[in-house]
């Protein structure tokens, strides 16, 4: 596998279709990194990266709060 493919990981189907491509590997490489990707159901996400790194480890939970799924 070629280490580039990960860094700008995940593609979604989007990016993958447009018909401008500047990365160094194929599209195919982008859309099936690994064999078995392929093989066992491919999830295409909707969205890539937020914020990169940073938007990785600092995650923000929208939910409301624990105690307004209990009744009162």
């Known amino acids: ?8 990981a995940p593609y979604t189907a989007g990016s993958l279709l ?4 500047t990365h160094k590997f194929t599209r195919e490489q982008a859309a099936y990194p690994l064999p078995w990707v392929r093989t066992r159901g491919k999830y295409w996400p909707t969205v890539s990266r937020i914020d990169n790194p940073y ?3 600092h995650l923000i ?3 409301p709060e ?5 009744d009162k």
């Open 1 to 8: 596998m070629i280490p580039e493919v990960l860094k700008h």
């Open 18 to 21: 447009k018909q401008e491509w």
């Open 55 to 57: 938007g990785d480890k």
């Open 61 to 63: 939970c929208a939910c």
């Open 66 to 70: 624990v105690d307004s799924y209990f």
